[in-house]
């Protein structure tokens, strides 16, 4: 007869545990400015320091060919000539579905889904009370959920068209 001390059980993975386990979970921006940063050691500090000025300083036709990388952010998230989208929020959680995919928001945490990483995406409403919940479902069996109160319960025929009109538009585009 072969005994064991401790416990046999296996240590406990996942979310619950580790908030970098779930892909597309981003951590809140640090609030650190640049003069809060740890020291660093003074060879990597001048070389840092030499490749900001070289930015600083392109040369004119450098100026003239690169275009500005606001643009592209302002054109990337401008949402196509009558494209539909759709937002719900409360006063913790935040949702939004556009032409880039379905975003996530609950307090300072985020979540992005572009549409070729989405396998569904379902609603369910409370029986009573009014909470909207959305999950997105991913591929590989992963799904993330979000409640969100609506003002009224009258408002959740109106979110499920209006999110209805998006998925229409959107993630059956990418199912060809």
């Given at each position: 007869?072969?005994?064991?001390?401790?416990?046999?059980?296996?240590?406990?993975?996942?979310?619950?545990?580790?908030?970098?386990?779930?892909?597309?979970?981003?951590?809140?921006?640090?609030?650190?400015?640049?003069d809060?940063?740890?020291?660093?050691?003074?060879?990597?500090?001048?070389?840092?320091?030499?490749?900001?000025?070289?930015?600083?300083?392109?040369?004119?036709?450098?100026?003239?060919?690169?275009?500005?990388p606001?643009?592209?952010?302002?054109?990337?998230?401008?949402?196509?000539?009558?494209?539909?989208?759709?937002?719900?929020?409360?006063?913790?959680?935040?949702?939004?579905?556009?032409?880039?995919?379905?975003?996530?928001?609950?307090?300072?945490?985020?979540?992005?889904?572009?549409?070729?990483?989405?396998?569904?995406?379902?609603?369910?409403?409370?029986?009573?009370?009014?909470?909207?919940?959305?999950?997105?479902?991913?591929?590989?069996?992963?799904?993330?959920?979000?409640e969100?109160?609506?003002?009224?319960?009258?408002?959740?025929?109106?979110?499920?068209?209006?999110?209805?009109?998006?998925?229409?538009?959107?993630?059956?585009?990418?199912?060809?």
């Amino acid at each position: 007869m072969e005994q064991r001390i401790g416990s046999s059980s296996q240590p406990l993975e996942g979310a619950g545990f580790d908030p970098a386990f779930i892909p597309g979970l981003t951590s809140p921006a640090s609030g650190r400015t640049k003069d809060e940063e740890p020291e660093k050691e003074p060879e990597v500090a001048e070389a840092e320091d030499a490749e900001e000025s070289e930015e600083s300083e392109p040369s004119e036709g450098a100026e003239e060919a690169a275009p500005e990388p606001e643009e592209d952010a302002a054109e990337e998230d401008a949402a196509p000539e009558g494209g539909p989208v759709f937002e719900a929020s409360d006063r913790r959680a935040k949702l939004v579905a556009d032409h880039r995919g379905v975003r996530l928001f609950l307090d300072d945490q985020e979540c992005e889904f572009r549409w070729d990483e989405i396998g569904a995406v379902e609603t369910e409403t409370a029986r009573f009370g009014k909470r909207y919940t959305v999950t997105v479902h991913t591929p590989d069996r992963r799904w993330y959920p979000i409640e969100i109160e609506a003002p009224a319960r009258s408002r959740f025929t109106e979110w499920d068209s209006q999110l209805d009109a998006v998925l229409d538009a959107y993630f059956d585009d990418n199912a060809e």
